[in-house]
């Protein structure tokens, strides 16, 4: 999932609210992602993703596929972080 503290901050964002479980989980050996540059860079980032998705880097990776309650789900979990942050300022 990328950075283990904001990985952790995320799941507690909004904890008790969702209608949806949510859980870190990690990416194998040399796996990589759009987080990796952040953190390379030192910058904390985490990558959201739905279930173990197959498709993912490959040809059958298409618009057709996404899910829309998968995508309204991940929009959340994001909200919730950001109006947590926000607040906490």
């Known amino acids: 999932m990328g950075e283990t503290?904001?990985?952790h901050e995320i799941l507690d964002a909004g904890d008790g609210t969702r209608e949806f479980p949510v859980a870190a989980?990690?990416?194998p050996p040399f796996a990589s992602s759009d987080h990796v540059n952040f953190s390379e860079a030192g910058?904390?980032?985490v990558t959201i993703t739905y279930r173990d998705d197959a498709a993912i880097h490959t040809s059958k990776n298409a618009?057709?596929?996404i899910s829309m309650e998968?995508?309204?789900m991940m929009l959340e979990i994001v909200d919730a972080?950001?109006?947590e942050q926000t607040s906490a300022r």
């Open 5 to 7: 503290r904001l990985a």
């Open 25 to 27: 989980g990690s990416f």
């Open 43 to 45: 910058v904390a980032a």
């Open 63 to 65: 618009v057709q596929s």
């Open 70 to 72: 998968a995508l309204q």
């Open 81 to 83: 972080e950001l109006t």
